[in-house]
């Protein structure tokens, strides 16, 4: 059982919009920035969003992500097959003074 | 550019001991953040196991603290954990990663490829 909340699974076809959201407490998203990885099978999750909204160089802005209260929702539009991956939630957790994360969302493009 | 990267053994018996070493390169451990370890159990989501600082603090999990134990070297900028007691449930990849804190807002930034650890007899 995680400690964020995340669909487990979400599916689109290309070129659409599809969003996943992040629920958590005020411990963690309530009181702490939100950031989102990308994770492919067998590799290094990949830092997507990083203080709630805001993308590392390289990441397309057809990522995009939103807080509010003790929820987050990280959308991507226009999708690709490339697009298709686990994608998680994480935030830090004052009651355990290190991160935690969502269960995980993974990702098909019809 | 920060590179971590574990290693250790892929086997081990119930029971036993799992022992990993993270290498960090490219960064100073000393020059601060957390250094910690994350796992993903086969179809499951990622799990935190703990974080050390380069001065030893640490934190840990509350479910996996009666079980671990990190360590830091910073001579040789490498970080350690060790799992006491396996079971097939400890069964993961692991991966070591560094983590910037609630302040910087950077979260979890750099992250090693990870390593499987197996457990079985």
């Known amino acids: 059982q995680s400690v964020l909340t995340q669909p487990p699974s979400a599916s689109e076809t290309p070129g659409q919009r599809v969003t996943i959201s992040c629920s958590g407490s005020?411990?963690?998203?309530?009181?702490?920035?939100v950031h989102w990885y990308q994770h492919l099978p067998g590799t290094a999750p990949k830092v997507l969003i990083y203080r709630n909204n805001q993308r590392p160089s390289g990441v397309p802005d057809r990522f995009s992500a939103s807080k509010s209260g003790t929820s987050a929702s990280l959308a991507i539009s226009g999708l690709r097959s490339e697009d298709e991956a686990d994608y998680y939630c994480a935030a830090w957790d004052d009651s355990l003074s290190g991160p935690v994360f969502g269960g995980g969302t993974k990702l098909t493009v019809l | 550019q920060v590179q971590l990267q574990e290693s250790g053994p892929g086997l081990v018996k119930p029971a036993e001991t799992l022992s990993l070493t993270c290498t960090v390169s490219?960064?100073?451990?000393?020059?601060?953040?957390?250094w910690g370890w994350i796992r993903q159990p086969p179809g499951k989501g990622l799990e935190w196991i703990g974080n050390i600082y380069h001065d030893g603090s640490t934190d840990y999990n509350p479910s996996l603290k009666s079980r671990v134990t990190m360590s830091v070297d910073t001579s040789k900028n490498q970080f350690s954990l060790k799992l006491t007691s396996v079971t097939a449930a400890d069964t993961a990849d692991y991966y070591c990663a560094r983590d910037t804190g609630p302040s910087s807002g950077l979260g979890v930034d750099v992250w090693g490829k990870g390593t499987t650890v197996i457990v079985s007899s």
């Open positions: 490219g960064y100073s451990m000393t020059r601060g953040y957390y």
């Open positions: 005020n411990s963690n998203i309530g009181s702490n920035y």
